[in-house]
């Protein structure tokens, strides 16, 4: 079993929620909820790891917030 973190921001035009794997080249989609995103991630992501020429470019290490004032 492999675990991969991706990103989730919901579009507010479309009101869809989109979602990336960082570092994972074609590693995105988009869904109505957030159940239907995490589906279409699963299904891309199995998809890709079937490429045996896939390469990963960087590693996910986190998220920061920036505070301005």
Do not use: C, W
Not at 3 to 23: Q, S
Not at 43 to 61: A, G, K, P, S, W
């Amino acid at each position: 079993m492999k675990t991969f973190t991706a990103i989730v921001e919901r579009d507010l035009d479309t009101k869809l929620y989109v979602g990336y794997v960082p570092g994972f080249p074609g590693a995105h989609s988009q869904g109505e909820t957030l159940d239907e995103l995490q589906d279409n991630l699963r299904q891309v992501i199995e998809m890709l790891l079937e490429d045996e020429e896939l390469v990963f470019q960087t590693e996910f290490v986190g998220i920061q917030q920036i505070v301005i004032q």
